[in-house]
Each structure stands twice: as structure tokens, then as C-alpha cells.
């Protein structure tokens, strides 16, 4: 809605949605639907289902994606990787083999079937982009597919998940577990089940993104890698004391995922709480803040840092994929 006049006056898109789904139903009409009609229904906590004539109570995502006219398939649903990723998975291998374009920021797709869901885009000559899956809106992929092209990437080092550095610092300034918890689900920075954040494997899901993404343009996809192949230590170990010294000496705690290239170009992984000295580029991160360090052969070692006060720029890295798409 507040974008619509500056894309429609800079890349001469005029992009209409035609369809909306949630947990509750679906809405579809190919005329299109009235957005700010769908946000209203979104805000009073009511669903798309509802919306007047074009909306279905109990119809599913999946099935709207199947039968639906469309160009492209925003899909931003919980990452539910105990569930096969669903409904996300069916959602994005229905839209692409449909031959639609896909963007999603959800990890949980990309993850269990980064190279089912590359190839089936290759096949149908579509896209498939994610780059808000793996540091918010912090532009990760579009780092590595564009700017980096041609180097070696001997190190990655991320601080891709926000909520674990902000606990830690809560944490660090003697506020209490359950307290620091309970104000992370109030600022919605938690995700529902929160031992995907504390325990790293929101990071570590982000991590193999970012590997896969680094081989799928380097090395011809041979040596993908999976969540398993994650050294994962999460924070929910972690005395407050511990993080108190280390400020104490200067230092701040991150949960820092790390990728480091072996001699036969595979990588070792691994997701670990560290303290970090102010010298290192992740080692000043506030509190809602995530960045990631390429340590590179020819492009020296380059570091991105995201401010993400509010959930937008991750919303908005779907708008940058789309536009990287259609303009
Ligand atoms: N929030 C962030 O900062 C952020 C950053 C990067 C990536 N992401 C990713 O983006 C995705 C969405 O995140 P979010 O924070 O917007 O989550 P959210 O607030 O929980 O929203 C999830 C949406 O998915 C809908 N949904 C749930 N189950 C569904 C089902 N079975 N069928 C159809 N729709 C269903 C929900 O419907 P109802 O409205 O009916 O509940 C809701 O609209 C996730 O994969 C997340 O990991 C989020």
C-alpha cells in the first residue's frame, strides 16, 4: 500500500494481489483483492477467509496455491521444520512447479529441500529467493551472489538470530530468565516455540542457508550441507554470570555461527555462544542488531550489519526479491 505509488512511478510495476491465505482460510479473486481490506481483516485479529465474496473458511493455502492464477508467491509461514516445514513446503514446490515465482523469508522450505525446490525452479525457468531467511533484512545472499562473485570464502561468521543477542544482554544486566523471557515474547522478537532461537537452531537452519547458497554458486552444488552437519550449542546453558564477567572485561556475548573452509573446500560448521571483543566486527552489536563477516581470498573480509528495531526490513526483504524479480 505505501509502496505502491513509487513502484508503479520507478520500475513501472503495478502489482496486484490477487490471492491471501492464513491458518484459518483463503481469499481469492483474479480481479484481484483490496489490500488495505485484507490488512484491516489481518489488524483486528480476524482472517482473509472472511473477506466479502472471494474469501473460504477451511480452505487451505496449499490448495489455493494449486488452483490459483498468478505470478508470483509471497510465502511467509512459521518455519515448522518438526512438522516437514509445512505448509510452507507444499506451498512453494506447488507454486514452482505451477511454474510461479516464489519468495519466502521462512527457513524451513529452503532448508529440508534446498535442492528439490533449485531444481524444480530451474526446470519451470522461475525464481526462487529467500534472502530474508537468513539475517532479517540484512541483504546476506544478494553479499554472496553478487559481491562476492569469483573469491574464496575462507571464514563466514554470522550473528544471523536478533532474539539470543538481546536475551543475553537482558540477561547481562541482571535481569532475571522468566522476566527476560517474557519481554522478548512481548516485543515479538521470540518465535512461538522458543527453543528454535535459544537452543541455535534458528542460526544454525540460517547457517546452512548461507553455506548452501556460497557452494551452490561456487562449486557447482556438490557438497551441500544439511542442519545435521551443525556443531549446535544453544544459550539456555549459559550462567548470567558468565555473560556479566565477560562485560565486565569488555566483552559481549553472541551466538555466533560460524562456517570455516576445509583444504578440500567443504566447510566446518558450527553454532556456539562466544564472547566477542569490541575489535571484532560482530563484537558491538546492540540489541537488535545481526551482521555477518566474509572473510575472503581476493575482496579482503567484508562485514554487514543490520539495525532491525521492528520486523520491517525483514518484511521488506520480500519486496526486494520481488523487485529483483519483476523489475
Ligand atoms: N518476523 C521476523 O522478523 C522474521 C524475520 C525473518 C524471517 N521470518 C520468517 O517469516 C515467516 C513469517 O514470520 P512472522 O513473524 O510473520 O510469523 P507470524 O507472525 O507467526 O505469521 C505467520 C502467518 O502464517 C499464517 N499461518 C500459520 N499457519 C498457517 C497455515 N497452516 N496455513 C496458512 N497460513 C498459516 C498465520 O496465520 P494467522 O494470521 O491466522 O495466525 C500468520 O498469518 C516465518 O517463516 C519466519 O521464520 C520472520
Redesign the pocket.
Known amino acids: 500500500l505505501e509502496k505502491g505509488p513509487l513502484l508503479r512511478d520507478r520500475y513501472g510495476l503495478d502489482i496486484g494481489l490477487v490471492g491471501a ?4 482460510g483463503a481469499a481469492y479473486c483474479e480481479a484481484g483483492l483490496d489490500l488495505a481490506q485484507v490488512m484491516r481483516l ?1 489488524q483486528s485479529g480476524d ?1 482473509v477467509a472472511r473477506y466479502p465474496d472471494a474469501g473460504r473458511l477451511g480452505w ?2 496449499a490448495e489455493m496455491v494449486a488452483t490459483c492464477d498468478a505470478d508470483l508467491l509471497l510465502e ?4 515448522n521444520l518438526n512438522a516437514g516445514a509445512e ?2 513446503l507444499t506451498c512453494v514446490r506447488t507454486a514452482l512447479r505451477r511454474g510461479i515465482h516464489v519468495v519466502t ?4 522450505p529452503i532448508v529440508l529441500a534446498y535442492r528439490e525446490l533449485h531444481d524444480l525452479a530451474a526446470e519451470q525457468g522461475v525464481e526462487l529467493r529467500y534472502d ?2 537468513v539475517a ?1 533484512g540484512l541483504p546476506a545472499l544478494y553479499l554472496v551472489r553478487r559481491d562476492l562473485r569469483g573469491a574464496r570464502i575462507h571464514r563466514i561468521e554470522a550473528v544471523p538470530n536478533l532474539v539470543t543477542g538481546y536475551v543475553m544482554d537482558l540477561l547481562a544486566d541482571g535481569v532475571a530468565w522468566e522476566e527476560t523471557l517474557a519481554r522478548a515474547h512481548q516485543e ?1 522478537v521470540l ?2 516455540d522458543p527453543s528454535w532461537d535459544l537452543e541455535g537452531w534458528d542460526a544454525a537452519a540460517k547457517l546452512v542457508i548461507l553455506v548452501n547458497s556460497v557452494l551452490d554458486a561456487r562449486a557447482g552444488r556438490q557438497h551441500l550441507v544439511q542442519l545435521e552437519d551443525v556443531a549446535r550449542t544453544g544459550i539456555t546453558g549459559l550462567e548470567p554470570e558468565t555473560l556479566r564477567s565477560a562485560r565486565a572485561q569488555g566483552m559481549r556475548y553472541r551466538l555466533l555461527a560460524k562456517a570455516e573452509c576445509r583444504a578440500d573446500g567443504s566447510y566446518r560448521l558450527s553454532v556456539l555462544p562466544e564472547p566477542l571483543l569490541p575489535e571484532h566486527p560482530l563484537g558491538r552489536l546492540g540489541r537488535k542488531q545481526m551482521g555477518v563477516v566474509f572473510s575472503t581470498d581476493i575482496y579482503g573480509t567484508i562485514a554487514a550489519i543490520i539495525d ?1 528495531p521492528d ?1 520491517m526490513p ?1 518484511a521488506a526483504s520480500m519486496l526486494r526479491d520481488l523487485l529483483d524479480i519483476m523489475a
Open positions: 491465505a492464513d491458518s484459518r489481518k482472517t487451505r493455502a511467509a509461514s512459521p518455519v505448509p510452507g523469508p521462512n527457513k524451513g530474508g531467511a532479517g515479538g518465535e512461538e532491525e520486523p525483514s
